[in-house]
């Protein structure tokens, strides 16, 4: 018992240490709001948005010449960012890339369900779950 509280008192140490660094992103405050997305809806928002240039299996779309080319969303370099660090990167998009900001196309409630859905793609890779 006292180990499994150990655990617990960790785990939210950790989580709180965490949510630190998200304090001045200039998004939304994200400590305390990151919330677990719905991966079916995450789907949805993927096919109609992001599969284009990520692909149906996330590796990046066959034939597109993207320069860099589009982020494996499968390869553990992705999956294993901080969800925080992923959902910054959709809302805000990447520099120097063809990855604009989703912030004005999407809710962060929708930007936190294709987090979700991204994440599957680790899980089937045997990646981060």
């Known amino acids: ?23 001045n992103l200039g998004v939304k405050e994200l400590a305390g709001t990151a919330k677990i997305g719905d991966p079916v809806s995450g789907r949805e928002i993927y096919v109609n948005t992001c599969i284009r240039c990520h692909g149906i299996d996330g590796k ?5 010449k993207l320069v860099p080319p589009p982020a494996d969303l499968t390869s553990l370099a992705v999956q294993s960012r901080l969800d925080g660090t992923l ?21 962060d409630e929708e930007i936190w369900d294709v987090l979700a859905y ?12």
């Open 87 to 107: 959902f910054r990167r959709i809302h805000e998009g990447k520099p120097n890339t063809a990855m604009g900001a989703w912030k004005h196309s999407l809710s």
């Open 60 to 64: 990046g779309a066959f034939g597109i």
């Open 118 to 129: 991204v994440r599957t793609y680790g899980v089937e890779s045997g990646g981060r779950p």
């Open 1 to 23: 018992m006292q180990i499994i509280r150990r655990e617990v008192v960790l785990c939210a140490v950790l989580a709180g240490i965490s949510g630190l660094g998200f304090s």
